[in-house]
């Protein structure tokens, strides 16, 4: 057709994804961090008096024992604890609820994928999408949605207002009241944003990471953790450009052979990039193109990369979703490997 050469100026986008160089260069630092505790799908990461404890399924767990110190009907999506110990839960089913508290649920939040507190009465909150809840992220981004949205409830009151809209799944979330925001994780832009805590339109503080942002947490001696919970790769960006595509894989795939970002590597023979040098020689490869990931990122007090630990894509400790300083230590979630981590920041790529 006559019109096709034209039309080939618009179809003719390049997918890039930017390199992980400088701080972000590849390393082996948490494939061989210390195993602190073997559990299904450890998720969210938190301090109570100095100990600390773990969301895995419906229940939350301490580092010894395996008996729960809490069960819920549903699925945990975010922890939270404020300065007395009350410790706020996000659901799968929707909703938060508090931990050993008087304090009401809240209501209307579907899909709770992150929350904080600033003292005892402040909580805010990230609800990741308007659509969907928070175990279906993979649905989330390959419908290519921007429905999240960051907001601030009084506790004493009940008052709730929304900070900002249309966010492409939020995932994480630090409150940085010195300098009245909140700084939030936006997972499908790639993103750290600053949002005011009177509201407002985000403003980008570091953008273009190579994969996808979930939780951040502070340094006591200043900067931030951020994890990364799956890598970006070319594959995918091709098929988030291709509606047509996309949207027969949705409606005809399974979804766990989706080509879609991963929490964990599949060892099914319907996995997506079984070719394209994952593997070579029967060897997986580290710098294969990899549908998931370990990494976590140490960031200054201007959200620059510092350094970074990494389980590459012939690894097993992937999908990072929180992290916390500990006794000097990062102690991390892989979700991916059903592990939780212990990390010297030695061992980092500085």
Same mark, same amino acid.
């Given at each position: ?5 034209? *039309? ?6 390049? #997918? ?19 195993? #602190? ?17 773990? =969301? ?22 975010? *922890? ?8 706020? #839960? ?19 939040? &579907? ?53 900002? @809209? &249309? ?5 994480? *979330?630090?409150?940085?009241?010195? &300098? ?6 936006? +997972? ?21 990471? +190579? ?7 502070? @340094? ?29 894989? *949705? ?16 060892? =099914? ?82």
């Amino acid at each position: 057709m006559i019109i096709d050469p034209l *039309l080939d100026f618009f179809r003719g986008q390049a #997918v890039t994804i930017p390199p992980m160089d400088g701080a972000l260069r590849p390393n082996t630092a948490l494939d061989e961090a210390d195993i #602190v505790k073997s559990c299904e799908e450890p998720d969210n990461i938190v301090s109570v008096a100095g100990k600390l404890i773990y =969301s895995s399924g419906s229940e939350i767990f301490g580092m010894s024992g395996d008996k729960p110190i809490a069960s819920f009907d549903s699925d945990i999506t975010a *922890l939270a604890v404020d300065p007395s110990g009350v410790i706020a #839960v996000g659901l799968n089913a929707g909703g938060i609820v508090f931990h050993k508290s008087k304090i009401p649920p809240l209501d209307g939040f &579907n899909c709770p994928t992150a929350l904080a507190f600033d003292g005892a009465n402040d909580l805010y909150i990230c609800n990741g999408s308007d659509t969907h809840g928070a175990s279906e992220w993979a649905a989330d981004l390959m419908q290519k949605n921007a429905s999240g949205s960051l907001w601030h409830v009084s506790l004493d009151s009940g008052e709730r207002r929304c900070l900002a @809209k &249309n966010l492409a799944f939020p995932y994480g *979330l630090v409150v940085d009241a010195a &300098n009245s925001r909140v700084i939030a994780s936006e +997972a499908w832009r790639h993103r750290l944003v600053s949002i005011s805590m009177q509201g407002g339109m985000p403003k980008p503080i570091l953008a273009k990471l +190579a994969g996808y942002p979930a939780r951040i947490t502070r @340094k006591s001696s200043g900067g931030f953790i951020l994890c990364l919970f799956a890598p970006r790769n070319r594959l995918i960006e091709f098929v988030l450009q291709e509606d047509d595509y996309r949207n027969a894989m *949705l409606d005809e795939i399974d979804s766990r052979y989706w080509i879609a970002p991963s929490l964990s590597a599949s060892r =099914s023979f319907l996995e997506p990039l079984q070719s394209g040098s994952v593997k070579t020689m029967g060897i997986h490869k580290p710098w294969s193109p990899s549908r998931s990931y370990g990494l976590i990122v140490e960031l200054d007090n201007n959200f620059l990369p510092v350094t970074s630990y990494h389980s590459r894509a012939n690894g097993t400790r992937h999908g990072i979703t929180s992290a916390i300083e500990h006794e000097g230590k990062i102690v991390a979630t892989s979700r991916g490997g059903n592990l939780i981590l212990r990390v010297t920041p030695e061992t980092g790529q500085a």
